[in-house]
């Protein structure tokens, strides 16, 4: 039976892992080991998500917590490559380690392993911003350069990679995981009463998310995203879950007060999966500045206005519903009028956002360990 160390850490890792845990169970081969790093530790950004979506309990928890990028990626390497080596030491080791995404916890647990002479497999591989002031696209680069499976979601991540010069023979193209989670909850999700809750009418608002360090960190950039908002709202209610470093900006420059008291504006502490899909799902559209919400959005056929001057996911924009307004009000303010309006271009979902990815990818995993 050959054993594979599942590497979770932050929010966006548990809704691309679920799935492949659960594909496991079709085969009798392999044994997935689910370790949280801990690099998100509030209830509301992990602990939820595996309740809802059904996770197994970890076998192992780091709590590694936050930190400097330095310090925190330092930690996970030296608390990842403990676990590695205790598993070798205990006579189980680990054939493969499997990780999603682009977060910290990622490109650790990629060093840990191939230090060590475990095969890498990276889930999400070949996503390129070609903006090297993100560090995820550090992250993404560090991983597939040391990642031996490289388990692809869109085809510009197939053309990426080849441009880089890593062989065919490494790459699949499996299709997007996070569309599996999303298709197998979505009228789980309606059943939630967090619309009636809000008293929000069904395709009568907009979501809002926002966390890139590149719009919360810079006092002037979130000061003019936080007074389109406020515009936005004029024209349709806004719903926005506030990640927890966005929160603290908003009050360290001194936004969060206007903020809470603008009419339309109803701000939330993060939702679990279930309550926030139920929110976008259902919604008129959606502004954002996140990666898997472009996908998400796109999956679902709901306009998202995203909050960047590039994207790592270009499908959503060539084929998907997404629109690339950078932090630019008036381009915010258009393209929201024509989604009132009716006139907003539709979209499609890519091919293999089917909600099969992960029976692909599980199979991939088996056969090349
Ligand atoms: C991380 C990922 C980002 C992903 C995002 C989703 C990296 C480099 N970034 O960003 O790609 O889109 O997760 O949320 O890995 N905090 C809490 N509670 C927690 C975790 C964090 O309050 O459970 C606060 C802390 O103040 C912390 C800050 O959020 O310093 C940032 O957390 P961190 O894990 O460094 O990155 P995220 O911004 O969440």
Redesign the pocket.
């Known amino acids: 039976m050959k054993r594979f160390a599942c590497i979770v850490?932050?929010?966006?890792n548990f809704m691309k892992m679920a799935p492949i845990l659960h594909a496991f169970a079709e085969h009798t081969d392999g044994q997935p080991v689910l370790i949280h790093t801990g690099?998100?530790?509030?209830r509301n950004?992990?602990d939820v998500f595996f309740d809802e979506l059904d996770i197994p309990r970890p076998h192992v928890s780091l709590g590694v917590?936050?930190?400097t990028?330095g310090e925190?990626t330092g930690r996970l390497i030296i608390e990842l490559e403990k676990t590695f080596l205790a598993a070798r030491e205990r006579q189980e080791p680990f054939d493969r380690v499997v990780v999603v995404?682009?977060?910290?916890?990622t490109v650790a647990a990629a060093l840990a392993a191939v230090k060590l002479q475990i095969p890498v497999a990276h889930v999400e591989a070949g996503l390129r911003s070609f903006d090297r002031r993100m560090?995820?696209e550090a992250?993404r680069l560090v991983t597939d350069t040391l990642s031996d499976l490289l388990l692809v979601s869109e085809e510009s991540g197939v053309d990426n990679l080849r441009r880089e010069g890593h062989p065919d023979d490494r790459i699949r193209l499996v299709g997007n995981v996070m569309i599996d989670t999303l298709r197998r909850h979505v009228r789980r999700a309606a059943e939630r009463s967090i619309l009636a809750d809000l008293r929000l009418e069904s395709g009568c608002y907009a979501v809002v998310t926002l966390?890139?360090?590149s719009n919360v960190d810079d006092p002037a950039v979130l000061r003019a995203l936080t007074e389109v908002l406020i515009d936005v709202a004029r024209s349709v209610p806004i719903v926005f879950p506030v990640?927890?470093?966005t929160r603290?900006r908003l009050k360290t420059f001194g936004l969060l007060a206007e903020l809470e008291d603008a009419a339309g504006v109803v701000l939330l502490e993060p939702l679990g999966y279930l309550d926030f899909l139920a929110l976008t799902s259902q919604s008129k559209v959606i502004v954002t500045d996140?990666?898997?919400l472009q996908e998400e959005s796109t999956a679902l056929e709901i306009p998202c206005l995203t909050m960047r001057e590039n994207t790592e996911r270009p499908v959503t924009v060539t084929e998907g519903t997404s629109t690339l307004v950078g932090t630019d009000a008036e381009q915010l303010r258009s393209h929201l009028q024509s989604v009132l309006d009716g006139t907003y271009k539709r979209g499609r979902c890519p091919d293999l956002w089917d909600g099969q990815a992960a029976g692909r990818i599980v199979r991939e995993l088996l056969a090349a360990t």
């Open positions: 850490g932050a929010r966006p690099q998100h530790y509030d950004l992990s917590g936050s930190g990028h925190q995404g682009d977060v910290n916890s560090p995820e992250n966390h890139r360090p990640h927890p470093r603290e996140s990666g898997g």
